[in-house]
């Protein structure tokens, strides 16, 4: 088991207070959170915080102790149950509570030229507390396994190993409170740590593969949804095609019906219409007839009481009228006779 701990943020030998010169005196103010101590000759003559006085530099012995929040960082490294190493980075916040008690233990005393402080205390501090902080931790951590270890709550940590300081007697002998404790992440062997994290890292490669997976599935899934779909708007759309096509052909056949039936009703009115018409033809002509049998009639009827000759003159009259045009006549002897034997008969 050991601890690494990095310099304090304060440099040693800063300047805390302020000193004047003046011929056989010197002055020195302090600040408010320096607690000055001041003897002549063994004899306290100014003690507190925030002090100002003129003091002679060949009896004076004077100490200041910093009453502000410090912080130190503290690498504990152990061995745990399963002969694993580990690294516990820990940041303690610490205070001197007891300014007297510190002066009195650590070399707090200030140089009277520059003002700064003689010795190192900050870093004798920092040491004992580096010890007691890798006591704490240990006691807390060695008896684990490097698992539980590292599956530790550092807040809960922090808190345990800030209560193990605040009882270490190398802590209150100094007059020094622990404000507390927190640790970082507690870090195994760099390769033990890559083995460890290799489970992990699958895991988490295995859940990535699987939502990649799940992803593909998913678009596979709505490329073929949207395929069913796209074939059912197709289907529909054929169906609705062959709709069409079976309500033009029904409306095609039905105005082939009603123009048949229109034909055919035409035709009859045409049939009914020629049949009138010949039947009126008919009658006229029927009409006609009658009335021309009639007036036949009537000149028979006429002619009846008219004498033969009479009839037989108008007969060639009527003859002459309808026969063609003659440049010739040519009158026989017979022809003359049997005209005068003729009409001496009739006179008889």
């Known amino acids: 088991m050991s601890s690494y701990c990095q310099p304090d943020n304060n440099k040693q030998g800063e300047i805390m207070v302020t000193i004047t010169a003046a011929p056989f005196v010197r002055h020195l103010s302090a600040g408010p959170t320096s607690y000055v101590l001041h003897t002549g000759r ?46 516990a980075p820990a940041t303690v916040t610490y205070r001197i509570a007891d300014a007297r008690l510190a002066a009195a233990r650590v070399d707090f ?7 700064g402080w003689s010795e190192e205390p900050l870093e004798a501090i920092a040491a004992m507390l580096h010890g007691a902080t890798t006591a ?20 809960a940590l922090g808190a345990e190993v800030g209560l193990l300081l605040a009882a270490d007697p190398r802590v209150t002998q100094l007059g020094i409170e622990v404000v507390g404790v927190r640790f970082a992440l507690l870090r195994p062997d760099p390769d ?26 998913l678009a596979v899934e709505r490329e073929a949804a ?24 029904t409306n ?47 000149k028979l009827d006429a002619h009846r009481d008219i004498p033969q000759e009479v009839l037989m003159a108008l007969a060639l009259t009527k003859l002459a009228e309808n026969l063609p045009a003659i440049d010739r006549l040519t009158i026989t002897p017979d022809m003359l006779s049997e005209i005068a034997g003729s009409l001496l008969h009739r006179d008889s």
């Open 42 to 87: 063994g004899v306290a003559k100014h003690e507190g915080t925030a002090q100002a006085f003129w003091f002679r530099p060949l009896d004076a012995a004077i100490s200041e102790v910093p009453l502000d929040d410090r912080e130190i960082p503290v690498l504990v490294t152990l061995r745990t149950t399963d002969l694993q190493q580990l690294t």
């Open 109 to 115: 005393s200030v140089d009277l030229r520059s003002g």
């Open 136 to 155: 704490a931790v240990a006691s807390q951590l060695a008896d684990m396994t490097l698992d539980a270890a590292l599956r530790t709550d550092l807040t």
């Open 192 to 217: 033990v740590e890559r083995a460890l994290q290799t489970p992990a890292r699958e895991r988490i490669q295995e859940d990535a593969d699987k939502a990649t997976f799940s992803r593909r599935a």
């Open 226 to 249: 949207i395929g069913e779909n796209e074939l059912a708007n197709q289907i529909e759309l054929a169906r609705r095609h062959e709709e069409l096509i079976a309500r033009k052909g």
């Open 252 to 298: 095609a056949r039905r105005q082939a019906e009603e123009a048949a039936a229109a034909e055919a009703i035409a035709t009859q009115s045409s049939a009914a219409r020629v049949r009138l018409e010949a039947e009126a033809r008919a009658d006229a002509a029927r009409v006609t007839g009658e009335a021309e049998a009639a007036a036949e009639r009537a």
